[in-house]
C-alpha cells in the first residue's frame, strides 16, 4: 500500500500524506492557490474595465439616439410649420396676382383704360 501512495503523489503531485488519501478515495484536492500570486487579478480588472467600456459604449449609444430622436421631432414640427407658412404665401400671391384686384387698384390711382388713339400697333 506504501508504493501505492508513493506512486499516486508522484503522479499527481500530492505532498502530504492525507492529500493522498483522498486521491486514493477518488476525490481531487486542488492545493490552495497562491494568494500572492496577482494573475488572477489582473485577468479580473481587464474582464470589468472590458465590461464596463461596453455598458458605457450601450448607454452613449442610447443617450444619442433619444437626443437624435428628439432632434427629429423639434425638426419635423419646424418643417410642418415651414409647410403652412408656405401654403400661405403661396396663396396670398395668388390673390396680389389677381386681374380683379390689379384693375382696381389702378382705379384707385386713378389710371384708366386707352383710347383708339392711344394704342399704337407695332408690326
Known amino acids: 500500500m506504501t508504493h501505492l501512495i508513493l506512486a499516486l503523489t508522484d503522479t499527481v503531485g ?19 492557490r497562491n494568494v ?14 472590458c465590461l464596463l467600456c461596453v455598458a458605457f459604449t450601450y448607454l452613449y ?10 432632434e427629429m421631432n423639434v425638426l419635423s414640427a419646424a418643417r410642418d410649420a415651414s409647410t403652412e407658412r408656405n401654403k400661405r404665401l403661396r396663396l396670398e ?6 386681374p380683379e384686384r390689379i384693375e382696381s387698384k389702378a382705379f384707385e390711382l ?14
Open 14 to 32: 500530492f505532498t502530504s500524506r492525507s492529500d493522498s488519501d483522498n486521491a486514493i478515495r477518488g476525490q481531487l484536492v486542488r492545493p490552495k
Open 36 to 49: 500572492r500570486d496577482m494573475g488572477f487579478l489582473y485577468v479580473a480588472i481587464i474582464v470589468i474595465f
Open 61 to 70: 449609444s442610447r443617450v444619442t439616439v433619444v437626443h437624435v430622436g428628439y
Open 93 to 98: 400671391l395668388a390673390k396680389l396676382k389677381a
Open 110 to 123: 386713378g389710371l384708366l383704360y386707352p383710347d383708339g388713339t392711344q394704342v399704337v400697333h407695332l408690326r
